[in-house]
């Protein structure tokens, strides 16, 4: 019962490399998301995927890209890195509430335990 | 426009004291709220959460929230802290749509 995986846990990288951190559910969530949490400023949203195929733009999207081709796994991409993106990185899903009108999910979020990526 | 503001970045509080770790959030639709608490080298872990019914609501290791709808609050208490308590507790906010809105955080620190 493994719950939301993230890989890798620990990575440093120079100015300019590009990586791709890996989350993956295996709680058949719809909803995934990725974050950032920085000392003072709390979880700030990057992007976020609502199924399958789909991303969206969360708060702080610019230097990062996504994708969902599986349910179960939501890679993010930094293409070319920045000591900016120095940051610990947290993966999460949720489940979708099918039925109930507009897509309002009240359902709260499984977190993975985090990526601390540093950047020289 | 900040959504949710946690008042308090830090909380020392003696073993045994009460604690209240407070929580303001800002909307004019319905909410659901959620507390998670995240210990050091983890991710988050839900806490408790306010979907509708009951304004209290209550975690299995002693924590309880109020959801005061006039005040836009939802502060978390506890009535006697333990040392393991020690950790960073998040604030959640979520409206209408996909998205999650956290407060920065207060880390509350339980002093033997």
């Known amino acids: 019962n493994a719950g939301v995986t993230q890989t890798p846990k620990f990575r440093v990288l120079k100015t300019g490399q590009s990586m791709t951190l890996l989350c993956a559910q295996d709680?058949?969530?719809?909803?995934m998301y990725w974050y950032r949490q920085d000392p003072g400023m709390g979880l700030r949203l990057i992007h976020y995927?609502?199924?399958?195929?789909?991303?969206a733009k969360g708060e702080v999207p610019d230097g990062y890209n996504v994708s969902r081709l599986k349910k179960q796994n939501f890679l993010l991409g930094l293409e070319s890195a920045a000591p900016s993106q120095t940051s610990v990185y947290f993966c999460?899903?949720?489940?979708?509430?099918?039925?109930?009108?507009?897509?309002?999910?009240?359902?709260?979020?499984?977190f993975g335990d985090g990526t601390r990526l540093s950047i020289l | 426009a900040q959504s949710v503001t946690q008042l308090d970045s830090q909380v020392p509080v003696f073993e045994e004291a009460p604690v209240e770790l407070r929580c303001n959030y800002s909307?004019?639709?319905?909410?659901?709220l959620f507390w998670y608490v995240q210990y050091p080298n983890q991710g988050l872990q839900l806490l408790l959460k306010?979907?509708?019914?009951?304004?209290l609501v209550e975690s299995i290791n002693g924590f309880e929230a109020e959801f005061n709808k006039s005040q836009t609050s939802f502060h978390l208490r506890k009535p006697s802290v333990h040392i393991s308590d020690t950790a960073e507790y998040f604030c959640?906010?979520?409206?209408?749509?996909?998205?999650?809105?956290f407060g920065t955080g207060t880390s509350l620190t339980v002093i033997p």
């Open positions: 306010y979907l509708s019914g009951s304004t």
């Open positions: 999460a899903s949720s489940k979708e509430l099918r039925g109930r009108g507009p897509s309002i999910s009240n359902q709260p979020q499984h």
């Open positions: 959640a906010v979520k409206r209408t749509g996909n998205q999650f809105y």
């Open positions: 709680m058949n969530h719809e909803y």
């Open positions: 909307s004019s639709v319905s909410v659901y």
């Open positions: 995927s609502v199924g399958e195929g789909t991303t």
